[in-house]
T-cell receptor, first 114, second 109 residues
Framework: DTEVTQTPKHLVMGMTNKKSLKCEQH?????MYWYKQKAKKPPELMFV???????INESVPSRFSPECPNSSLLNLHLHALQPEDSALYLC?????????????FGPGTRLLVL | AQRVTQPEKLLSVFKGAPVELKCNYS??????LFWYVQYSRQRLQLLLR??SRESIKGFTADLNKGETSFHLKKPFAQEEDSAMYYC???????????FGTGTSLTVIP
């Protein structure tokens, strides 16, 4: 398995709902990432997990809560989101190969908050 | 501080013409640089890594430390090259990646 997978592909939720985004990779990568991407904008880093420990939190609001149950899985728990949180949420994993840390991205979950 | 700059938001070229997408970076250490491509409704894909010195889909990119640039080039553009291109920089310490604002390339038939 050489891909990062994400579920669901699409998600519509109300501002009072609780939902979770899931990401999985079986490439043995030890770092995993959540990004938020608005239309025609670059990905914005949200969280980084390295060896299942949260290593970077880019001042993301607490309504986004990451979780790394094991080295292959990464979740993003969502609660009380705002309409402006509507975006494509990308998961990525990385490995160091040839002396360079290289990221590989999942297809994303397109989130709409009503 | 903006670490990666892509000065062109939009770039249009005719099929068969040469194309160059510009990328400049600011980092005092030894950077790790990448080009990622995002075709319409597809995932962000790695196109090139500077360390590999490879040519993928006819694209090449050379790291110029003097000019702090990592421009992406292709001698003859194809229609299927139309996509969003992001230049990215990774710091050797930690797992931080910085993306440029992206250049939307349109190849006109």
């Amino acid at each position: 398995d050489t891909e990062v997978t994400q579920t669901p592909k699409h998600l519509v939720m109300g501002m009072t709902n609780k939902k979770s985004l899931k990401c999985e990779q079986h490439m043995g990568h030890r770092a995993m990432y959540w990004y938020k991407q608005k239309a025609k904008k670059p990905p914005e880093l949200m969280f980084v997990y390295s060896y299942e420990k949260l290593s970077i939190n880019e001042s993301v609001p607490s309504r986004f809560s990451p979780e790394c149950p094991n080295s292959s899985l990464l979740n993003l728990h969502l609660h009380a989101l705002q309409p402006e949180d509507s975006a494509l949420y990308l998961c990525a994993s990385s490995q160091r190969a040839g002396g360079v840390e290289t990221q590989y991205f999942g297809p994303g979950t397109r989130l709409l908050v009503l | 501080a903006q670490r990666v700059t892509q000065p062109e938001k939009l770039l249009s070229v005719f099929k068969g013409a040469p194309v160059e997408l510009k990328c400049n970076y600011s980092y005092s250490g030894s950077p790790e640089l990448f080009w990622y491509v995002q075709y319409s409704r597809q995932r962000l894909q790695l196109l090139l890594r500077h360390i590999s010195r490879e040519s993928i889909k006819g694209f090449t990119a050379d790291l110029n430390k003097g000019e702090t640039s990592f421009h992406l080039k292709k001698p003859f553009a194809q229609e299927e090259d139309s996509a969003m291109y992001y230049c990215a920089l990774s710091l050797r310490t930690g797992n931080q990646f910085y993306f440029g604002t992206g250049t939307s390339l349109t190849v006109i038939p």
